[in-house]
């Protein structure tokens, strides 16, 4: 049963075999019916060797844990707009490296409350997913794979790594809050290519203008080209300097955004899958502004070197 301050948590789906997060300071615990739950959230495919058997199916939102804050509760370190607490960050970090839109509510809901909020499966952000700091284990075979229980791959210590990052001083220093992330979790919900595209290049402009406020004025910085901001990204994160070949494609790229912005479609020298491309990279970005080596689920460092002529570094990716 959960404890009296406990709060009620939707939609967060727990690594396989483990009932409970420890996360900031806040206890996540699975509901004793958490398999009937998860099974009535979206999913998209049918699986069967997972820990659970799901169908696909349109899904729900779904009460599947309960969340014990501590005695006292710190106060959040991303600029929300109201009353809130840590745990909105722990949900925000939660939703973004889960796929899900995970939030908790203080009280159960009136007869007359509804939940306004998409429940769907995120679309995109599966290089973010993919990309937690996974622990070594000893491997377990043969009819004894079954006794490796309430083992945490390393998701839970990478949320509370990341949590104390966002917190830090330096981190804060140069992200001004992170107001990013929330662009970021928007983005990766279920959206059409083009929309989410456009939303992705706003952060990375959102990126290049709060690492630039001591460099160059307010003024400055809204008149600078969208190609300079974009490049100026892609030096700083993924490539050593671009060269002449680079430039010309991140210029195509740059029409192309405002084509769809102001006409409501894309160019034709860019396709959809470099607009995904694009997306991939800005999944990638976020993971390594947490300060992870993002995963290359999706051959983004492939993609991008074929895209710009020029390799990416190993070290950008995970191998």
């Known amino acids: 049963m959960p404890s009296t301050n406990s709060k009620q948590v939707y939609n967060l789906e727990f690594p396989v075999n483990i009932d409970q997060l420890k996360i900031g300071g806040y206890v996540f615990k699975r509901i004793d019916d958490y398999e009937r739950a998860f099974q009535e959230m979206q999913h998209l495919g049918h699986t069967s060797g997972s820990e659970f ?9 779904q009460i599947t844990a309960y969340v ?17 607490t840590q ?52 491997e377990i075979t043969g009819d004894e794979w ?14 509370n790594e990341t949590l104390q990052l966002i917190r830090s001083r330096e981190w804060q220093e140069r992200y001004k809050g992170g107001h990013f992330l929330f662009l970021y979790q928007s983005a ?10 456009t939303q992705c290049w706003t952060i990375w402009s959102h990126i290049f203008g709060i690492e630039n406020i001591g460099n160059y004025t307010e003024a400055q910085i809204r008149r600078s080209a969208e190609s300079d901001r974009i490049k100026y990204v892609l030096e700083e994160y993924f490539y050593d300097p671009l060269d002449r070949a680079a430039n010309a494609k991140i210029e195509i790229m740059a029409k192309a955004r405002h084509r769809i912005v102001h006409f409501g479609k894309k160019s034709d020298d860019v396709s959809y899958d470099d607009l995904e491309l694009f997306i991939r990279a800005t999944e990638a970005l976020i993971a390594k ?3 992870l080596q993002p995963s290359n689920l999706y051959n983004t460092s492939e993609r991008l070197s074929r895209y710009f002529g020029q390799l990416v570094p190993a070290t950008n990716f995970q191998s």
């Not at 279920?190 to 929309?195: F, L, T």
């Open 146 to 159: 079954w006794q490796r229980e309430h083992h945490d791959i390393g998701f839970e210590r990478t949320i």
């Open 68 to 84: 014990t804050p501590p005695a006292t509760e710190p106060a959040p370190a991303l600029a929300w707009e109201g009353e809130h």
């Open 53 to 61: 058997s799901i169908r696909p199916n349109t899904g729900s939102h």
């Open 188 to 197: 990766m919900e279920k959206r059409y290519a083009a929309e989410v595209f």
């Open 289 to 291: 502004i947490f300060g």
């Open 87 to 138: 745990l909105s960050d722990v949900t925000l970090l939660l939703s973004i490296f889960t796929g899900r839109h995970v939030f908790h509510v203080d009280s159960p809901l009136g007869e007359n409350e509804i939940l306004i909020s998409d429940h769907r499966k995120y679309k995109y952000g599966g290089v973010l997913e993919c990309s937690p700091n996974f622990e070594e284990v000893e």
